[in-house]
């Protein structure tokens, strides 16, 4: 069939536009959105080749805030790959994968100054100096399952960050068992102290996972995420004020059913207001065998937390339409609207004219999928191919994201999907 009018479509930017692609490029995490409405990301690659900060001033207009491995033996950290978040008085604040004083990644903060913005560190991982890093390493993680982003109470109502309250976040490695830690940082009178608040691998074989996500916070004593390994799993973190410490419990563990049609692998959840969570599988699933993942294509699921009564439910199993023009392997970051609706998009799948598609943007209203829009339509790919993470929404209910790659450069893009789309075919 004829392709529709693009009209639903922006590229909003075309990273490596400038010589030497000190712009960025490859912006693998997601954008955030504040409350003007200004977009802010971060590329893997670009600047002085290793990330940068940006802006879209009123989701249109790019700006460099930052150029990571600006400061000598590039103590403020390379390469991130979390997706930022942004507190009440504009400052923002993410997570490097490498870089910092011991080579194993940054949390950091950029504050506005005038019409410049100071970098600032919150900690350098790995800071106990030896092998070990107990204190956790690489926080914006090495793949697509371990891109998780910082987390604040409130984040799940769409709150903006106050800037004072706790951030927690999980690295991939480090740790008592070198398998990733789930951690805090705590301002402290100008200063920030990191916590190793629950170590992975400490069960054994490793049962309570490793190579962790996203974590979403439900009150001040209990949070949410996810785990990679071999088949991934949802778990929760409750505290416990007697003893001072936070225990760790399953909620599910993905490929309970036969040929994963449960889902496998979980790129990261996301907290609604009724207590559910909604996530992505990349594999798994009851349909499609033309993925990475022989077990299906992916899926799009709920978990209701309770224990071991925890709940799991498939929403929709991607590559449900023969070569997968619903899309295939979903990635991470969820936007749920004020109907219930999920907003996300998969790495593949949709337009053929990408061999095994570029990806689409898709919206998710109860168990029914409708793909927004299909990446690389034009043989030229110029909007954008392969989102590396999920999207945000405004109050209208327009789509915003990345890709990692594509654009008239091939350095990716930024885009925006406005409400009321209809899918390219």
Sequence with gaps: MAAHPASNFKTLYEFCSQANCADGANPEAGLVRDSAGNLYGVTLGGGSAFGTVFELVNGTTYKLLYTFCSQSGCNDGVSPRGALIVDTSGNLYGTTSGGGANGAGVAFELTKNGSSWNFNLLHAFCSDGG?????????????????????????????????VSPLYGTTET???????????????????????????????DCADGSSAGNLVLKNENVMYGTTARGHGSVFALKYNARRKVWKYQLQYAFCELAGCADGDVPTGITLASTGTLYGTT????????????SSGCGTVVSVVPHGKHTHEKVLYNFCSISLCPDGAQPMPGLAVDANGALFGATNTGGSTVCFDGCGVVFKVQGTTENPLYQFCVPETCTEGTSPGAGVVLDSAGNVFGTTDFGGSTGGGTAYEVTSGARKRR
């Design 174 to 204: 480090g740790g008592a068992h070198n398998s990733g830690v789930v951690y805090s940082l705590v301002p402290n009178g100008g200063t920030w102290i990191e916590t190793a608040l629950y170590s992975f691998c400490a069960k054994t």
């Design 282 to 293: 990349f594999g798994g699933g009851s349909s499609g065998t033309f993925c990475f993942f």
């Design 131 to 163: 092998s070990a890093c107990s204190d956790g390493a690489q926080p914006s993680g090495t793949d697509i399952y371990t891109t998780g982003s910082l987390a604040y109470l409130g984040a799940a109502s769409g709150q903006a960050y106050d800037g």
